[in-house]
């Protein structure tokens, strides 16, 4: 079993929907969770940080944890036509390295 | 205007050959990272450096070298013990301390065999 598990889509979405992704993970150790958005050809970029349970929330996105469950999401608002991208989560205890899902592609279409 | 450099953007190896990737990061980060993304399996972890002159292996080291001479630069030599070398390579930094601090990329090297 991997350590992160993301389902790899590809999702495609009206502009102006909202967006779901999530990720599983099997090590209840983990405490520190990250999404990063990928363009194509380009490298991942931070979007949002998370230590632990609860909600976070900057601008559109909002980031949630669940660690009862071993489940975090990516919500994204009113999508739009530039969030077209590969989103990855990942995740670690703090004393390790980071572990990635394998990404869900996105496509909003206007 | 603060980020990570990576060059080239694209590199073709022949067989036998060594070749290096460049990684210089101007974010004042004490950490280095490298990583591999294929298709389907994600990043996985090559090297990291939390410090000048000290490396560690990551979880698919075999094939590969790194040095750590200035903070600001972690170069990595795929070998011709690499013997499927073809993919994109990331090279990642973050502040000092612990390791759950957040990375941030370089925008990637493309690897692929002549």
């Known amino acids: 079993q991997k350590e992160v598990e993301q389902d790899p889509g590809p999702l495609s979405v009206p502009e102006g929907a909202i967006v779901s992704l999530n990720c599983t993970y099997s090590?209840?150790?983990?405490?520190?969770f990250m999404w990063y958005r990928q363009y194509s050809r380009k490298g991942p970029e931070l979007l949002m940080y998370t230590y632990s349970s609860g909600n976070k929330e900057d601008g559109r996105f909002t980031a949630q944890v669940d660690k009862s469950s071993k489940y975090i999401s990516l919500f994204i608002r009113d999508s739009q036509p530039s969030d077209s991208a590969t989103y990855l989560c990942?995740?670690?205890?703090?004393?390790?390295?980071?572990?990635f899902g394998t990404g869900t592609r996105l496509t909003v279409i206007p | 205007d603060g980020g990570i450099t990576q060059s080239p953007k694209y590199l073709f190896r022949k067989e036998g050959q060594n070749v290096t990737l460049s990684c210089e990061q101007n974010?004042?980060?004490?950490?280095m990272y490298w990583y591999r993304q294929d298709p389907g399996q994600g990043l996985r972890l090559i090297y990291y450096?939390?410090?000048?002159?000290?490396?560690q292996k990551g979880d698919i080291a075999e094939g590969y070298s790194v040095s750590r001479e200035k903070k600001e630069s972690f170069p990595l030599t795929v070998t011709s013990a690499q013997k499927n070398p073809t993919a994109f390579y990331l090279c990642a930094s973050s502040t000092a301390g612990s390791i759950s601090q957040p990375q941030h990329f370089g925008d990637g090297t493309r690897l692929s065999i002549l």
């Open positions: 450096s939390q410090i000048v002159n000290d490396f």
């Open positions: 090590n209840s150790a983990f405490q520190y």
């Open positions: 990942a995740m670690n205890t703090g004393a390790n390295n980071l572990f």
């Open positions: 974010l004042n980060h004490d950490a």
